[in-house]
């Protein structure tokens, strides 16, 4: 904008000073100020802003952490390796790989069937307190204890308290037949969901391989524990030891021939070609390609399997007393010797599951990691 010119070139009014009263000469002063403020304002007022001038976007982008167990062929740790010793892939792209060497320290939902079926088990499982504490979480780990049967009841909120942990675990008591392992898993998820992104998520299953009475299918806990960056390992207990230590049920007049993992269907329960094939299954649990391409109503013998298998945990065996105090052993040595690989995907593009793969340059070790994970996209705002 150009300003209206008060002044000639002499710097003179050019109507001069005759004949203008002292009044008439404020007002003309006055005029002449306000113009020059006009003046020098205009540049300023002219020239856009660097917010006018440039828009702002926001990208979301998503750090994937992928812990990865590698072993020899003993099974014994290895520890030494370096991000350089790693090829990963998302979706059979290439990723350029660090290592999280921060420390993080475990949050841990501890899970446990405490139905009639594995009451003469729990004994044994009453005396983890201190392993757990001592083997697993450390000083700066924490722990929350649930039990399940037809109920879900939390014994413990997290607790750093060694003591405060032993005395949940000894209030496990059996309860009645009926096993809710999918929905006690993702009631261990919900608990682990609310613990601060800097901590490690770690859900410890201990229970028989099966589910006969949950609303939730193995898809959908899956998929919460995805969301949630949980990592799930469990404890089985063998369903022959269970059955063992448990007497048979006085009705139960009819020998039974059905496979390990096959379920009652009860009274008023019609059997059809569907069942009928699920009880041919038994333990069987199918290799899922993409867990989430499956239908949500599948039926799964083992959901311990699709979990740990899922998620980059791993199943541990139990029938003595021996074998559980060395299935923490092994899960604490795990834990704390993991890489933790870590890459910004260069497709966030693609929506959906995208799978990955891990190699090592060196063959002769095994290498078990997280298989994949759920990404909605990306998106800009």
């Given at each position: 904008m150009k300003p209206q010119s008060f002044w000639n070139g002499s710097g003179r009014s050019r109507q001069g000073d005759s004949g203008i009263g002292m009044d008439a000469k404020m007002r003309h002063n006055t005029t002449v100020v306000a113009a020059l403020v006009l003046l020098l304002a205009a540049p300023i007022?002219?020239?856009?802003?660097?917010?006018?001038?440039k828009a702002t976007f926001t990208i979301q982008t998503r750090v994937v952490v992928a812990p990865v167990t590698v072993t020899n062929k003993n099974g014994n740790i290895v520890n030494n390796l370096t991000p350089k010793d790693f090829r990963l892939r998302d979706n059979n792209n290439f990723q350029q790989i660090t290592e999280d060497i921060a420390h993080h320290p475990i949050s841990m939902a501890i899970v446990v069937q405490a139905s009639s079926e594995v009451e003469k088990i729990l004994p044994a499982v009453?005396?983890?307190?201190?392993?757990?504490?001592?083997?697993?979480?450390?000083?700066?780990?924490?722990?929350?204890?649930?039990?399940?049967?037809?109920?879900?009841?939390?014994?413990?909120?997290?607790t750093s308290d060694p003591d405060k942990l032993s005395m949940a675990l000894k209030k496990l008591k059996a309860g009645n037949a009926s096993s809710r392992l999918n929905d006690a898993t993702d009631e261990g998820i919900s608990l682990l969901r609310k613990r601060p992104n800097s901590r490690r998520k770690v859900l410890l299953l201990i229970s028989e391989p099966r589910d006969n009475s949950s609303e939730l299918r193995p898809r959908e806990v899956l998929t919460a524990a995805e969301f949630a960056n949980v990592v799930i390992y469990s404890i089985n207990i063998s369903r022959i030891v269970a059955q063992a230590k448990v007497p048979p049920p006085m009705s139960r007049s009819v020998l039974d021939n059905r496979p390990p993992g096959a379920v009652y269907l009860g009274a008023g329960n019609v059997e059809t070609p569907t069942v009928r094939s699920q009880q041919a299954v038994g333990n069987w649990a199918p290799l899922i390609e993409d867990i989430y391409d499956v239908a949500k109503g599948i039926f799964v013998a083992n959901p311990l399997e699709v979990y740990t298998t899922y998620t980059g945990g791993r199943q541990y065996g139990f029938t003595t007393q021996k074998d559980l105090g060395r299935a923490v052993f092994q899960l604490g040595e795990e834990l704390h010797s993991q890489?933790?690989?870590?890459?910004?995907?260069?497709?966030?593009?693609?929506?959906?599951y995208h799978k990955i793969v891990v190699d090592v340059l060196n063959s002769n070790v095994k290498i078990r990691a997280r298989n994949g994970y759920y990404w909605a996209g990306k998106n800009i705002r």
């Open positions: 007022w002219a020239q856009p802003t660097v917010e006018e001038d009453l005396k983890l307190g201190s392993a757990i504490h001592a083997q697993i979480l450390g000083e700066d780990g924490e722990a929350a204890v649930l039990q399940f049967d037809s109920r879900i009841v939390t014994l413990a909120d997290f890489y933790l690989l870590t890459y910004r995907p260069t497709n966030q593009e693609e929506a959906g």
